[in-house]
């Protein structure tokens, strides 16, 4: 994970770091040329589980879809590990489970149960001496993998708290700090202003949520060196397939949405058929 490290702590733009939630999304932005992805654990259960970001993915379910992600993709996965899935041992358990799943960053955050999007309302919080004790498992439990903290204090306890939960959980030992859904552009100033000099920061941009959305060049300028939009892709998704069913009732036939959608060949080429069953063809021959 050295290699992560040194680009988040390099003079150079921001890291951008797209959600995605499956193999197939990975493999489409590996092919975009990004150089790392998110893996979101709420568009995990927007997708496999058509349900809200309310803490219902369990720690196998996410660690069975980030084995799949790194089965087919190279590229370094920062996993969304929720609250660890419970105290300190469960986390120390949660980061020996995805390390071995293949995550390259590990995020816990310090929201109590029931947890929830950072972009909802009535979150609540654990302590920050557990949440700090949370990270200092984290990082004794970790191979290789960066541990990032994220608070989400702003909503609950204020600016001035939830910067000083940052301070506790960069003492505790953790690799970068995710300040969860400042609310103006003086807020993220403020944070940038106390932690950049020190350890990366993530930011994360939400159509619609607590934050302003900014651009990566925007972001960099402020200070921020990891830059997020983990649900943009679902978003995306929801809106198509709502459209696309709704032709498909309305028409009887999938003629009206071709020029929205891949062919069969298309998407074959996109997924490298004709390759992989050469290589099946390769196997079947005698050596």
Known sequence: MQALKTRLDAAAPPLLAPGVFDALSAALAEQAGFEALYLSGASVAYTALGRPDIGLVSLSELADTLARIRERVALPVIVDADTGFGNALNAQRSVRVLERAGASVIQLEDQDFPKRCGHLAE?????????????????????????????????????????????????????????????????????????????????????????????????????????????????????????????????????????????????????????????????????
């Open 123 to 287: 979150k609540r919080l654990i302590g920050a001496a557990a949440m700090a004790g949370k990270i200092r498992a984290a990082v004794d439990a970790r191979d290789s993998a960066l541990i990032m903290a994220r608070t989400d204090a702003i909503a609950v306890e204020g600016l001035g708290a939830a910067m000083d939960r940052a301070e506790a959980y960069l003492a505790a030992g953790a690799d970068i700090l995710f300040i969860e859904a400042p609310e103006s552009r003086e807020q993220m100033q403020a944070i940038t202003a106390r932690f950049a000099a020190r350890t990366p920061l993530l930011a994360n941009m939400v159509e619609g949520g607590r934050t302003p959305l900014a651009d990566v060049a925007g972001l960099g300028a402020l200070g921020y060196r990891l830059v997020i939009f983990p649900g943009g892709l679902v978003r995306a998704l929801a809106f198509a397939m709502r459209d696309f069913f709704a032709s498909l009732k309305a028409h009887g036939t999938t003629a009206p949405f071709r020029e929205r959608m891949f062919d069969f060949d298309g998407l074959n080429a996109l997924l490298g058929t004709a390759g992989m069953l050469a290589d099946g063809r390769r196997y079947e021959e005698a050596p």
